[in-house]
């Protein structure tokens, strides 16, 4: 079972250093920030990253009662927590495409490429968004961002996801 845990937005690594030192004890399987790509790599180094959406933990565990307990022994958490020691469970939908867009051991979504058509449809062309356009309500071209719309334990959620788009030029010669 996934497990949504907010906790406040920019506190999301420090919630999650200080609940890992309690995760294995207690059960937990896997314990995550959902980050996204949002830029190309720069020579000699990683793609820069953010978190995918702000304040957002993802905890993978037999049953909530696992989850309860590393959120009781975590010193600290408390007040690092959006609303209060709880989770909420991820509809498998919301699972499924988080899991499509990410992988074990990297829960990091990718940067993706496209181009902008005719009447400005949207095409992506590569990338874990490839297929997925219905998702993308905005870009951002300049900043090569493109804002995604997915719920997470219920809510609605404003995700950031790495996009380069180019135009595609006409096929057709002037005479």
């Known amino acids: 079972m996934w497990f949504a845990i907010n906790v406040k937005p920019g506190c ?5 250093t200080l609940l890992q030192k309690r995760a ?3 059960g937990l399987e896997e314990l995550f920030v959902p980050r996204a790509e949002v830029g190309l790599p720069r020579e000699g180094s990683d793609p820069p990253q953010e978190p995918l959406a702000p304040g957002l933990l993802v905890a993978v565990a037999p049953g909530r009662r696992e989850v309860r307990a590393a959120l009781r022994h975590a010193r600290g958490i408390d007040e690092l927590l959006q609303d209060g020691p709880s989770a909420a469970e991820m509809k498998p939908g919301e699972v499924a495409l988080l899991g499509e867009l990410t992988r074990p051991g990297h829960r990091t979504v990718g940067f993706s490429e496209g181009h902008v058509g005719t009447g400005g449809a949207i095409t992506v062309t590569s990338g874990p968004l490839c297929g997925r356009e219905n998702l993308i ?3 951002r071209n300049r ?5 995604v719309r997915m719920s997470v334990a219920g809510q609605e959620v ?3 996801v790495g996009l380069r788009v180019t135009c595609q030029r006409s096929t057709t010669k002037r005479q």
């Open 12 to 16: 999301e690594e420090q919630a999650l």
């Open 24 to 26: 294995l004890s207690d």
């Open 137 to 139: 309500r905005r870009v």
């Open 143 to 147: 900043g090569k961002r493109a804002y």
């Open 158 to 160: 404003e995700a950031q």
